[in-house]
């Protein structure tokens, strides 16, 4: 099941968010959220960029968000999406349900342009965005370094009206 997220989710999301931040180069960030800083994380996204979990037996199992792009008044109607599904639940389809519920909510709340930042070494994210019509429109070599490595990212854009 999917559903919008509560203040109740924090210690969850934190969960699937500091696996991927300690053991993965899903993304970028390299410090742990505390339940506390989730929770205002959560609170600080309002009715035009949604977060949602999906559910499993009352576990969540994944959560994404929709995400200001920029914070200048021009950037207002494009959006940034992301996606963690929790280690254990990937490959079963939470993360195309998930973000086909963004798209979804993204054309709801007015957005016209979709982003997603994606560290290249994550084949599967890039993959599932391309198969929801995202196209690459940038590559920024060696900007972040995480586990004595250093990432590339790929920009994605999906344009929801023309």
């Known amino acids: 099941m999917i559903r919008p997220a509560t203040l109740d989710d924090s210690a969850a999301i934190a969960a699937i968010w500091n696996h991927e931040v300690l053991h993965t180069s899903a993304t970028t960030d390299t410090e742990p959220r505390r339940v506390d800083a989730q929770r205002a994380w959560l609170a600080g996204h309002g009715p035009r960029h949604p977060v949602i979990v999906a559910v499993d037996g009352g576990e969540v199992v994944a959560f994404a968000a929709l995400s200001p792009y920029r914070p200048k008044p021009a950037y207002a109607w494009t959006t940034e999406n992301s996606i963690y599904v929790k280690d254990g ?3 079963k389809g939470l ?12 054309r709801e709340h007015g957005h016209r342009s979709v982003i997603a930042r994606i560290t290249a070494c994550n084949e599967a994210s890039l993959a599932l965005h391309e198969r929801r019509g995202f196209a690459r429109v940038g590559h920024e070599r060696r900007v972040a370094f995480k586990h004595g ?3 590339d990212v790929v920009t994605l854009q999906r344009i929801l009206v023309a």
């Open 89 to 91: 639940w990937r490959g």
């Open 95 to 106: 993360g195309g349900a998930l973000l086909d519920r963004l798209l979804l909510l993204a």
């Open 149 to 151: 490595i250093w990432l």
